[in-house]
């Protein structure tokens, strides 16, 4: 189970790489779109977390259930804007600047809060 503890965190940091690179890329661009390293990232992040926290606790370990539903809540809200603005040729700049913001907030979250 161990094993598939730390799949699932490559994972996980996987799909937040993509998010955020597929974030960065655009931030000398003045026209924002969401990209599939976005969509792509968000979800697989969001899946990700939900399943490592699975079998965190399925092998008997024990998660802060309020720092993993805050984690949660931000990338859901990312993953739903993401996807709400799929299809849009360009997003807003305070869009952007918002899934940016969010997606570091969430890795904050991860690492500072004990």
Do not use: Y
Request: with cysteine; proline share 1%.
């Amino acid at each position: 189970m161990e094993f598939v503890r730390h799949l699932l965190l490559v994972i996980h940091l996987l799909g937040f790489g993509a998010l955020f690179g597929g974030l960065l890329i655009q931030a000398r661009t003045p026209e924002k779109a969401v990209n599939a390293l976005m969509r792509d990232g968000s979800g697989t992040a969001f899946l990700a977390g939900l399943a490592l926290v699975g079998v965190i606790e399925a092998d008997g370990g024990s998660v802060d259930h309020t720092k993993i539903a805050v984690k949660g809540v931000i990338a859901l809200v990312i993953l739903v804007l993401v996807m709400a603005n799929l299809r849009k040729e360009r997003i807003a700049n305070g869009l952007w600047a918002l899934l940016l913001l969010l997606t570091v907030a969430n890795v904050c979250v991860a690492v500072f809060w004990r």
